[in-house]
C-alpha cells in the first residue's frame, strides 16, 4: 500500500473508533461527568473544605490535577480494550487482518481513538471542574505532554490486555483491580509527605505516583516527585508496550491461528 | 493465462498437534470458477484461512497472483476478497458503515467507497437496508452483506467459505447467478460448499479434500465422467400397483406415480422403454437426478 492508502485506512480506523465511542456516549463519556462532578462535591467542597490546605494549595485545587488523569488513563485504557476485544470477540477483527494495511496503521489507529476519548473526557471533567475551583495552568508544555504520552501508553496497554483477553472478565479485570487502586494510592488524594517513611518508599514503587504528580506540576507547578524521572519512566514504559504491540501483530499471537 | 492461487507443500498443525492439512499442492487459473470440496474437518476452512492470512501456516508456499504471502503479504492480500462461513461484522454498525469502511481498509478514499459500497449494495439487493443496523438483517441478507463487503474493493479472487449455508432455495439460486455474473467478468473464484449440486451447477474445476489431504484434483467434466451409473427419474402416467422389474436393470418404486431407474453409463435406454411398453406403463417424463456428485463423492472418499 502506499502511504496515501495507509493515511485512508489509518483515518478509516480512527473515524470508525471516535463515531463508536460518540454513539455510545451515555457509557463513555457522561458516566465519567458524573462520577468526577461527585468526587468534585464530596472531596473537594464538603469534606475538602475541613481538610484545609495541602501541598500548599486548597484540597480542591489539588485533587483537581489528579482526577482529570485519572480520567484521561481509565478511559484511554477502556476505550482500546472494549474495542479491540469487541473486534475479536465478534470477529470482525478479521476485517482489518485480511486487508494489507499494516500493522503500525492498525495499532496507531485504535490507539488515536483510545487518546482522543481520554483527551476528550480530561477536557469534560476539566470544564467541570471549573465549576468548583480555578485552574492556573502553570507549565502549559508539561501538561500537554504528560497527558497526551500517558494516554498513548494507557491506549497500548489497553490494546495488550484485548488481545490476550478470552471474555470480558478479562477486559475489566485491569481497569478495576490494577489501575483504579494504583492510581487512587498515587496521590489523586494526598500528597506522600503525609505518609510515614516506609509508606512513602513504597509509594514511590507505584508508576502512577509519577504520572499524577507530573500532571500536577503541569497545572499547579509543585510535585512529590522528579519530574524528569516521570517523563523518562513513561517514555520507556511507552516504548516497552508499542514495541510488544507490535510484537504480538506481527506474531498474531491470540488473533491468528 | 495467470495463476490466481499456486499452493505447493502447504501443512498446518495446530497448536493442539493436530494436523489439519499434510502438505496439499493445488492451482486455481485466473477466471476459474474452483470447487474445494470435503467432509466437515476435512481441511478447507484451514486452507482458505492460510490463504487469507487468518490462520498461520506450518510449511509450504502461497501465492496470490505470484504474490507470495511470506514475503509479498500485502500485495497478496490487496488481491483477495474472503465471504467466511461465519458472521463477521459488527452488528451495532449499518450496513452502509460496513461495507465501506471496509473500502477504507483497502486504502480507498471515501468518494470511491462511496460508489463501489453503492454498486454493489444495489446489485445485491441491500441498497434499501444501507442504513439499517447489520444485526437486524435476515439470514440471506447477511450473507450477502459479506459478499458486498467482499468485493468493494474489486479482488481479482473471491474466496467464499459455504456462502449458500443456511440460504433458502430462491436466495441460493439468485445467489448462484450473481456469483456467474462475476466470474464472468473476470473474477476468479474459489468455493467450498456442502451443496453438491452448487459446485456442479457453478463450477468449473473442483478438488476434494480429505483429512488433510487432496484426494482429486479435476475438471467437473472429466469427474462427472468417472461416473459408472446414472440414476433417472421416471414419472408414471398411470399408478404402478406392483413392484416391476426389468431385467439387467436396478429399479426401485418411490411411489405408484414414481419409477427410479440405476443404469450402467452407456446402457441403452430404450430396452427399457420396450420393457415399460410391453408392461403397459406409459413414461410422462424423465429427469437425471440431481445427486450425481453426490455419489461421486461418497465412493470417493470410501475409496481413499
Avoid at chain 1, 524528569?228 to 517514555?235: E, N, P, W
Amino acid at each position: 500500500m502506499t502511504l496515501a492508502e495507509q493515511w485512508v485506512a489509518f483515518y478509516t480506523i480512527v473515524r470508525k473508533e471516535i463515531r463508536r465511542f460518540l454513539r455510545i456516549w451515555m457509557q463513555t463519556l457522561l458516566p465519567p461527568a458524573i462520577t468526577m462532578s461527585l468526587y468534585f462535591v464530596i472531596f473537594g467542597a464538603l469534606i475538602g473544605s475541613r481538610i484545609g490546605q495541602m501541598g500548599g494549595f486548597s484540597y480542591m485545587e489539588f485533587v483537581v490535577p489528579g482526577l482529570i488523569m485519572m480520567s484521561v488513563i481509565t478511559n484511554a485504557y477502556s476505550n482500546v480494550v472494549s474495542s479491540f476485544f469487541g473486534a475479536k470477540f465478534q470477529h470482525f477483527v478479521e476485517e482489518i487482518l485480511v486487508s494489507p494495511m499494516s500493522n503500525n496503521t492498525i495499532l496507531w489507529g485504535f490507539v488515536l481513538g483510545g487518546v482522543t476519548r481520554g483527551l476528550l473526557v480530561g477536557i469534560i471533567v476539566t470544564a467541570l471542574s471549573l465549576f468548583f475551583t480555578t485552574l492556573h495552568i502553570q507549565h502549559i508544555g508539561v501538561t500537554i505532554a504528560i497527558v497526551l504520552m500517558t494516554s498513548i501508553m494507557f491506549s497500548l496497554a489497553g490494546f495488550i490486555n484485548a488481545v490476550f483477553a478470552n471474555n470480558f472478565d478479562d477486559v475489566s479485570i485491569v481497569p478495576v483491580f490494577v489501575l483504579t487502586p494504583l492510581t487512587y494510592l498515587g496521590g489523586v488524594f494526598y500528597s506522600i509527605d503525609l505518609l510515614p517513611e516506609f509508606w512513602a518508599g513504597v509509594s514511590r514503587l507505584n508508576p502512577m505516583l509519577y504520572i499524577v504528580n507530573a500532571f500536577r506540576y503541569g497545572v499547579l507547578g509543585v510535585s512529590d516527585v522528579n519530574v524528569t524521572t516521570a517523563f523518562i519512566m513513561v517514555g520507556v514504559f511507552t516504548l516497552a508496550a508499542y514495541a510488544y504491540c507490535m510484537h504480538l501483530l506481527r506474531t498474531g499471537t491470540r488473533l491468528r491461528q | 493465462m495467470a495463476i490466481a492461487l499456486e499452493i505447493k507443500g502447504l501443512r498446518k498443525v495446530y497448536d493442539n498437534g493436530f494436523e489439519a492439512l499434510k502438505g496439499i499442492d493445488l492451482e486455481v487459473k485466473e477466471g476459474d470458477f474452483y470447487a474445494l470440496l470435503g467432509p466437515n474437518g476435512a481441511g478447507k476452512s484451514t486452507t482458505i484461512g492460510i490463504v487469507s492470512s487468518l490462520v498461520k501456516k506450518t510449511a509450504g508456499e502461497v501465492r496470490i497472483f505470484g504474490h507470495s504471502i511470506d514475503n509479498e503479504l500485502a500485495a497478496a492480500k490487496r488481491e483477495i476478497g474472503l465471504v467466511p462461513q461465519e458472521f463477521n461484522f459488527s452488528s451495532f454498525e449499518s450496513v452502509w458503515d460496513i461495507v465501506v469502511n471496509q473500502a477504507g481498509y483497502y486504502g480507498l478514499n471515501r468518494k470511491v467507497a462511496g460508489e463501489r459500497a453503492e454498486k454493489y449494495l444495489k446489485k445485491l439487493g441491500l441498497w434499501d437496508k444501507r442504513k439499517v443496523a447489520s444485526r437486524m438483517l435476515s439470514g440471506g441478507m447477511k450473507r450477502r452483506l459479506m459478499i458486498a463487503r467482499a468485493l468493494v474493493h474489486e479482488p481479482r479472487l473471491l474466496i467464499l467459505d459455504e456462502p449458500t449455508a443456511g440460504v433458502d432455495i430462491e436466495l441460493r439460486r439468485s445467489m448462484w447467478e450473481f456469483l456467474t455474473e462475476i466470474n464472468r467478468s473476470g473474477t476468479t473464484i474459489i468455493l467450498t460448499t456442502h451443496y453438491l449440486e452448487e459446485a456442479e451447477s457453478l463450477c468449473r474445476h473442483i478438488a476434494i479434500i480429505d483429512a488433510g489431504v487432496i484426494v482429486e484434483n479435476t475438471t467437473m467434466k472429466a469427474l462427472l465422467k468417472q461416473l459408472q451409473k446414472e440414476t433417472f427419474i421416471l414419472d408414471v402416467r398411470d399408478g404402478i400397483k406392483t413392484d416391476i422389474s426389468i431385467p439387467g436393470f436396478e429399479t426401485r418404486m418411490v411411489d405408484e406415480h414414481t419409477l427410479e431407474l440405476v443404469l450402467n453409463k452407456g446402457t441403452s435406454l430404450n430396452e427399457v422403454f420396450v420393457a415399460l411398453n410391453g408392461s403397459g406403463i406409459e413414461v410422462s417424463s424423465m429427469r437425471n437426478k440431481a445427486n450425481r456428485l453426490e455419489e461421486l463423492f461418497v465412493a470417493l472418499l470410501n475409496a481413499k
